[in-house]
DNA sequence: CCAACAGTACTGGACAGTACAGTTCTAGGC
DNA sequence: GCCTAGAACTGTACTGTCCAGTACTGTTGG
């Protein structure tokens, strides 16, 4: 008796129903925020009852929490592992266009675009979870910057005094005018990918007129 | 004579009452948010009868928006009359220094990151208010701006296609750093006057490196 | 004098978290 | 493969609290 409720097989019945709390819960707080979304809401979403949200978390705090570094989790990775393979670049320009375009699509998806609003609402009740989204969202990329941009500077590929900042320019420079636009006009204004592609190959050609060598 | 904030001076009861509803709400929605934020709380934090605050707005909603818009307007101004004296430069890099020092000494006061991650945190609820406030807000700036880079460019102090997306660089070079750490990391992290002068020094740097004629 | 106000109480609804009786699944021994 | 004890789960109801908005009576200030 193999039971799939959201392709998730092989599981407990009780991890199956703490996934679809989880699922179900994420995307709730997401779309209406913290207080806006109710237990009973996400119990009756999840098709579970009350009393087995409960005994998976402890309160809604708890939960709020975990579904919040999950998701930070989950967008954090690809972006910092294409930057560790720039310093191998045979053609700068080329490849940080290429890094450019890749790390504005991953910034505006609307769930990090969701996320981000939610971390930002809930700044004052939840503090932590703002740093945390930092460190592990843009923080993360900009220290692989950083990295990436020292080496490349080593090698006369970069002019810099500081890697550091040199990486939040780049960072900034590539997402800032998307990202912004987005955080306060909605999803429905996400610009088209073409759209998004020309804002980062700005981006990358305004960061190397300025930290090209000569 | 006829505007004050606090004072009670010089206006009708009503309106002194009216304003002291609103410097309170003020407070409060900024700190707690919206749906944290009661309309009893307000009233007794206001020192007045609830029927007072429903007499003057009609309901919670009126008067949250009547705050946000207030206060945007309050804050929009100072930095935009500050470009349109920019083309009259004769020392650009000067110049355009203590303009960039001068918006992110704004943009990073505590009234203007709280109000921002207020109406980033309700813009699901109230997506009108996230579009007033780019559009009062970053985007004024960044209209000046391109307008001030246009003329500058007609007399080769700059070197630019598109004078809309220069000044988009131009705005978030200056203030992403600060502001994206302040947003998600609370105002409790806000880097001291000295440290913003740092950052608005190198994004004019940058800007300059990239957008300069030769 | 009269509109605006204070104070208080009330309506109707929502929500976090708990309690409990009854049902269903799962694990482990045979 | 079958069976049973116990854990997990459901459904519903309940507590205590809070909130937006209204009603009403009496008071005050312009």
Redesign the pocket.
Known sequence: ?TETTTASDGQ???AR?RQAILDVASTLFLRDGYLA?????IAAAA??????V???FT???SLFREIVTGTVELVSDPVARQVASLPDSSDLEADLQKLARALVSQVSQPRVMQLRRLVIGEAGRFPELGRLFYQRGPGRTIDALAAAFESLAARNQLRLDDPQLAAEHFNWLVTSIPLNRMMLCGDTERPDPAALDRYADAGAQAFLASYRPN
């Open positions: 008796m407990t019945r009780t129903k979304t109710s237990m009973d809401q098709a579970v009852s009350k009393q087995t409960y005994k998976q309160d809604k705090q």
